[in-house]
Each structure stands twice: as structure tokens, then as C-alpha cells.
């Protein structure tokens, strides 16, 4: 066994390389600054970003266009609060991420210490496990246990709380000895993967009976790589898809059977499939609020059969009849071997086919036309993204208005290209998480679709993507509102816009975009609208950004009201006397 001896700050980087880690986004400070001494040496490629909350978004992004887990590194005291927000999205969205703080020497914990934190009692309950590393020497078991617990059962973040001394090498406590087969010791951690063979058979016996079966599909369904065995299935079988926010792009959108997005903003026919169903297949989705609008009316005909890794997720909303603990591509897959050796079953589907297909003739997702003199319909510039664009384009976006109106208008036809905040709903997620994208996949074309109350929470980390090299593009949806919140005040709040309203002339995003190194161009004319994009597309040596100045009064529909049944959802005017 090959040992040698070094200083933990040299161990941790080298732990990191061992974890097969080619990229990692971070800012230096005084706690942690020993560790970036050797990482001058190292094969990593660090990121340097401007705000530490940019480096945790980053790592998101990189982790979910790439399936790999995300790196950051930040100091200890404010730059480890600044990350707690990252740490708290990839929580909630099951995001790989191992995120490294430094911490005061460890003699000083407790005292009140310069940029002291208690980081770990911090990040407790936002993480799904973290460390107080205390001795140089527990480094590397460290490391390797953070990244197999990030990225084994239920994905998510882990943090690594490192205190000064153990890694600065002119203090002795940072000796330690490397040795090459590092063993991990994690007693109490047994992720399932394995699926009970009895419970595949039970929920077979349900689909097969089913009338009116759906397959609602979460974003397990990607962190499983699951995507073509759902596909598989939903051929086999005949049923449709209803792909959650988290879930756009693990089906085909242009697929017959696809459905696209149920939920608060869902379209109409994704919402009431499932509302009207007797089976719900739930794959890798945890009944969130957002999907199922008041509880006590939620599909009250359904059965469910609910597949997740997560055995806590399983009747933790809504009891299941089926419940399947493990892999989500393992039991997709024992589905279709049981499904292609004893059949399908002969449940007369004719009826409920024809319901979801007149439902899809009647309420399309729909939106008034242009009229002159109006500012840009928000719609319509995503629908122009969309088809200028290569369909394996990645998408990043914040969130609002314009997110939902990205997941309704796009069409993803490929897994991991839709990038975005869905637990959390942390706004400023897009321009930092289009960077992470990038630097994992350099040769697709990555677009963040921001909103202006958004892009000035993180637009400072244009200024890195210009240094390191990152030539994203940024389609801003301008209307001067916070327009999530002003839709809600003109629909709920008899039109008392309390604190909503931004500027229409302060910043002026062109100025502030070049003043960053990047292209800008600002479009007011539906004309002007292909003309940018296409430039935007033929420029790959900087970031650009166009400022698109949409329409204020434009709201997102479908939407179903809070504390409202998804029966009670709200349809474009154009639509609302349509029978359902």
C-alpha cells in the first residue's frame, strides 16, 4: 500500500482529483485559503466567481446538465452563508453537490472567531449529510464519503466543513500520511436500489386494469438516467405522460403520448388527466403542492402506484396502493420485462383517449395576439428561442413568470436540457446555473431565460463567464415587475400593485451588459425578435444578452388559484366557456 506524507491542504485537493472532479467553482478567503495554494498544481480547473452564492448555483448547473456531481468551495462566516441558498435548492430538487467551507482553526471554534459560523448547525437541515472534518488525517475518508453519498439513493448536497489549521501547512496539525485505498465508514447509510419483484407485480395487475392510467413523472425519473425506459414503457403500455417541471425532457414533448406539464401552471390537459384519472403511476415524484393544488381534491378517483428511491417520500402525501422502494430505472425496467412476457391486459382505453384528445383540441396553451403598439408578447419570444434554436439547446431559467412560460413554450425532446429552480423557487437560479451547464457541456448551446427582477440578483456573474470563458446567451424578459407577484396582486389583490414595480429605464441592461464583456442588443419590435437571436447564435467568443421589453399585463395560464382543486383551474379568456 502506497503511502506518502503531506499536508491536508495538499490531501484535499488530491482527494477531490481521485473523485474524478475536472471543474469546481469558488472564491478564496482567509479561512480556506491554504487549500488553494495547490490547487495552482492541480488538474482541476477552478471557476473564480463573484459571489458565493454564484458558485453553489454553478455546481447545480454543471450537476444537472452533466449528471455529475457539482463542486464548490467557498471561506467560512458570510461566503458559508452565502451558499446556504444553493445548499437548501439542491436539497429540495435532489441536485448532486459537494460543497466544501472553510472553517476557523478548530482550537477556535466556539469563541466567537473572525468569520466564525456555526456552518454545520447551519446547513443541517439543507443538506442530506455534512462534516466537521477535525484531524488532517480523516481528509480523504471525508471526500469520499461526500461524494458517494451525494450521488447514490436520493441525490443531494453534502457539505465539508474544514477548519484552518488542519490544512495550512506551516502548522503541524496539517501532517498527515496519504494512503491510496481510502475506506469509507458510513455504518448507517444503505441506500435501496432493488425493487421488490412482488410489488412490480402488483402494480402491473393495476395498470393492466386501469381505465383511465396516467404516468406522472418526476425528476427521479432523470436522476435514475431512466429516460429511455420510460420511454419504453409508455410504448409498451399506451399510457400518457405528464412530465413536472423537474421531469421536462425525460419524455419527448413532441411525443403523442406526451402530455407536458401538469401543475399550478400546467397545461389544461395535464392537469385534468390527471385529475380525472383512476391510476396514477408516480415515478420518481413526491406529490408536491405545486402538482396537486388543494390535497382533499386532488384526483380522488386515483389509485396510485408510487416507484421512488426515497422510502420517507412514500405516503408522505398520498398514501399509494403500490408502493415501490427503490431504483426508478430498475423498476421501470422490471415493469416493461413483466409487461413484454405477460402482456398488457385488454382494459378498454377507447373512451379516455378520446376525452384527453378533445381536451387538447379544445384548450391548447394560447395567448392573445400582438397588436401594435404593444410591447413584446413574452410568449412569443420564447416560441421564436425555441425554433432558431438546436432542439438539444440547454435551458436554464429563474424563476417567475417567464419559467413557467419557458416550460410551457419550449419543446424538450432530449433529458437534461431544462435547468431550473423547481422546490425552492430561488430566483437569480439562471445565469449562474446557464454557466455551470456550460462549463460541463462546452459544445452544446446553453440559453438562460431570465426576468429583470431575476437577472439583478446574479447578473454579476456575466463578469465571470466573460473571464473564464463561459459564451452563454441570456434572453431577459423585460416588463419592469416583478411579474409572478404582480399577476397575483392584479388577480387576488383588486389590482393594488404593493412593491412590485421595478423601472422601466433604471438599469439600462444593454449598458450594464457590455460594461460586463458581453454582446447586447436590445428588441422592442416583434421584426427585430429573429434577427437577434440569430446573432446571438452566430457569436461564440462572449455572452451575450438580449433585453427583450415584453408586456407587464401579460399573465401565465393555465393557473390554478392557490388553495383552489386543480378543478377549479383558471383557462385563457379565449377559452373559458369551452366545455370541459
Known sequence: MATEQMDGGRALIRALEEEGVEVMFGLPGGAILPVYDPIIDSSIRHILVRHEQGAG????????????????????????????????????????????????????????????CDTTGITMSVTKHNFLVAEAQDIPR????????????????????IPKDIVDPANPRSAMEWTDDVEMDL??????????????????????????????????ILKARAA???????????????????????????????????????????????????????????FDDRVTGRLDGFAPDAKIVHVDIDGAELGKVRRPDVAIHGDCRLAVEALVAEFTANGTGDADR????????????RFPLAYEAWQPGQALKPQYVIERLRDLNPDDTIVASGVGQH????????????????????????????????????????DRTVWAVDGDGCFQMTAQELVTATVEGFPIKVALLNNSYLGMVRQWQEMFYEERYSEVFLSKDVPDYKLWAQSMGCEAMRVDDPDEIDAAITKANEIDDRPVVIDFRVMAEEKVFPMVPSGATNSDLVVPPSQADLPR
Open 57 to 116: 448555483h454553478m455546481a447545480e448547473g454543471y450537476a444537472q446538465a452533466t449528471g455529475r456531481p457539482g463542486v464548490a468551495m467557498v471561506t467560512s462566516g458570510p461566503a458559508a452563508t452565502n451558499i446556504v441558498t444553493p445548499l437548501c435548492d439542491a436539497h429540495l430538487d435532489s441536485v448532486p453537490m459537494v460543497v466544501i467551507t472553510g472553517q476557523v482553526p478548530y482550537a477556535a471554534i466556539g469563541t466567537d472567531a473572525f468569520q466564525e
Open 142 to 161: 471525508a471526500i469520499k464519503e461526500a461524494f458517494h453519498i451525494a450521488t447514490t439513493g436520493r441525490p443531494g448536497p453534502v457539505l465539508v466543513d
Open 187 to 220: 455504518p448507517g447509510y444503505r441506500p435501496a436500489t432493488d425493487v421488490d419483484a412482488a410489488a412490480v407485480a402488483a402494480a402491473a395487475e393495476l395498470i393492466r386494469a386501469a381505465e383511465r392510467p396516467i404516468l406522472y413523472v418526476g425528476g427521479g
Open 228 to 286: 429511455e425506459a420510460l420511454r419504453q414503457l409508455a410504448e409498451l403500455t399506451g399510457i400518457h405522460v405528464v412530465t413536472t417541471l423537474m421531469a421536462r425532457g425525460a419524455f419527448p414533448d413532441s411525443h403523442e403520448l406526451c402530455l407536458g406539464m401538469p401543475g399550478m401552471h400546467g397545461n389544461f390537459t395535464a392537469v385534468t388527466a390527471m385529475q380525472e384519472s383512476d391510476l396514477l403511476i408516480t415515478l420518481g415524484a413526491r
Open 350 to 361: 377507447g373512451a379516455w383517449r378520446s376525452r384527453i384528445s378533445g381536451w387538447q383540441e
Open 403 to 442: 419559467q413557467m412560460w419557458a416550460s410551457q413554450y419550449w419543446t424538450f425532446d432530449h433529458p437534461y436540457t431544462w435547468i431550473n429552480s423547481g422546490g425552492l423557487g430561488t430566483m437569480g437560479y439562471a445565469i449562474p446555473a446557464a454557466i455551470g451547464a456550460k462549463a460541463g457541456m462546452p
